[in-house]
């Protein structure tokens, strides 16, 4: 979840208390559904900043391998192989998430005054949780967890897997913008994907 003017994740202040599943309980009890309709679609532009993004450290990491530097990370690597991938993420969040239907879903009011589809930040917040290493389970669990609280609308749930998405992007983004700017030859260890 970045905020749109820095580019960077807002903290939310919860801890899980006992796991996933305590998260997800906080996360209902915490945040109540906005009975405002959404005045803006912010996930267009977010999208859009994402993708120059991940295409500029592409593009560097492109520039590096042309020039057989050989202290390309694994991280760089894996984005030369798998670019095709991550653009094929963004195309299907512009396609399956239009303005309209964004706007249709319920939102929640952060303490910062910024409004998220509901569904936005529970996913954003699992990917957050499990760095991005998601399967069928952990999102069962934390989604019926939530649920027990705050029950889900159906088109919050077809836009789960979009929501996912879009949340693993935002982390590679961050992730790769810390290699960016990591020195040569440190000493501490790069992220690896």
Same mark, same amino acid.
């Given at each position: 979840?970045l905020n749109?003017?820095?580019?960077?994740?807002p903290?939310?202040?919860?801890?899980?208390?006992?796991?996933?599943?305590?998260?997800? =309980? *906080?996360? %209902?009890?915490?945040?109540?559904?906005? $009975?405002?309709? @959404?005045?803006?679609?912010?996930?267009?532009?977010?999208?859009?900043?994402?993708?120059?993004?991940?295409?500029?450290?592409?593009?560097?990491f492109?520039?590096?391998?042309r020039?057989?530097?050989p202290?390309?990370s694994?991280?760089a690597?894996?984005?030369?192989?798998?670019f095709?991938?991550?653009?094929?993420?963004?195309?299907?969040?512009?396609?399956?998430?239009?303005a309209?239907y964004?706007s249709?879903?319920?939102?929640?009011?952060?303490?910062?005054? =910024? *409004?998220l %589809?509901?569904?936005?930040?529970?996913? $954003?917040?699992? @990917?957050s949780?499990?760095?991005?290493?998601?399967?069928?389970?952990?999102?069962?669990?934390?989604?019926?967890a939530?649920q027990?609280?705050?029950?889900?609308?159906?088109?919050?749930?077809?836009?789960?897997a979009?929501?996912l998405?879009?949340?693993?992007l935002?982390?590679?983004?961050?992730s790769?913008?810390?290699?960016?700017h990591?020195r040569?030859?440190?000493?501490y260890?790069?992220?690896?994907?």
């Amino acid at each position: 979840m970045l905020n749109p003017g820095t580019g960077t994740a807002p903290k939310l202040v919860l801890q899980a208390r006992d796991g996933v599943g305590e998260l997800a =309980l *906080e996360l %209902a009890e915490k945040f109540a559904i906005s $009975s405002r309709p @959404a005045e803006r679609f912010p996930i267009l532009p977010q999208l859009k900043a994402l993708e120059r993004d991940i295409q500029a450290a592409h593009q560097q990491f492109e520039a590096a391998a042309r020039a057989q530097q050989p202290d390309i990370s694994p991280a760089a690597e894996w984005l030369l192989d798998n670019f095709h991938i991550v653009r094929q993420a963004f195309q299907q969040i512009r396609i399956g998430m239009p303005a309209d239907y964004y706007s249709r879903l319920p939102k929640v009011n952060l303490q910062n005054g =910024l *409004e998220l %589809a509901r569904i936005y930040l529970l996913a $954003s917040t699992l @990917a957050s949780f499990y760095e991005s290493r998601l399967d069928a389970e952990n999102i069962t669990g934390f989604i019926q967890a939530y649920q027990t609280v705050s029950p889900l609308k159906t088109g919050e749930i077809w836009a789960l897997a979009l929501m996912l998405r879009l949340g693993i992007l935002e982390m590679l983004a961050v992730s790769l913008a810390n290699i960016q700017h990591a020195r040569p030859n440190s000493t501490y260890p790069l992220p690896v994907f």
